[in-house]
């Protein structure tokens, strides 16, 4: 049956090449759109990175500490980071608040706009969509007492 098939897709050769084109213009665009897509979908997660940072996985409700499971599994980069609450920034929106280590923000592909990262206590970097809320008005250096939950914290922003 396929000898048969073969020998009738030869002599009609206008079908065989009818056939054998329409394959390869199928072949290159299914290899195109799927190249296009793949570069797409790259540069939107690139954007997304260089606008939040990166951030993967997380372990929570852990007993041991950073060193041994880094000890234990050592192809795992990681950094640490904790969230103490949330605060109102305008009617609609919270932003989350919470500290990182020096290697969760190298890791997270964090930049600054201006100023610097925090080192003390009470210092503060802010993501630049929550500055077009009710914080537009603060300055870098300048204090501000934030909500957090139920507690009031004066903080210093610094980027």
């Known amino acids: 049956m396929f000898n048969l098939s073969i ?3 030869l002599s009609r050769k206008k079908w065989l090449f009818l056939i054998a084109g329409s394959i390869a213009i199928v072949l290159s665009s299914v ?4 190249t296009a897509s793949a570069s797409v979908r790259s540069a939107i997660k690139q954007k997304a990175q260089n606008t939040y940072g990166e951030h993967t996985g997380v372990l929570t409700n852990i ?7 880094l000890n234990k599994n050592k192809e795992i980069t990681a950094g640490v980071y904790q ?10 929106r919270f932003a989350t608040v919470g500290w990182m280590d020096k290697k969760s923000i190298r890791l997270g592909h964090l930049r600054l ?4 990262f925090p080192d003390k206590p009470n210092e ?3 993501e630049s969509a929550y500055l077009q809320g009710s914080l537009k008005n603060w300055k870098i250096s300048e204090n501000k007492s934030i909500k ?3 507690k009031i914290k004066k903080c210093v922003w610094l980027g």
């Open 124 to 126: 503060v970097a802010i």
């Open 7 to 9: 020998k009738v897709l």
């Open 31 to 34: 290899a195109s759109i799927f």
């Open 83 to 92: 969230i103490i609450g949330k605060t109102k920034v305008s009617n609609d």
């Open 148 to 150: 957090i939950g139920n």
């Open 63 to 69: 007993s041991e500490t950073k060193t041994s499971l």
């Open 113 to 116: 706009i201006n100023g610097k």
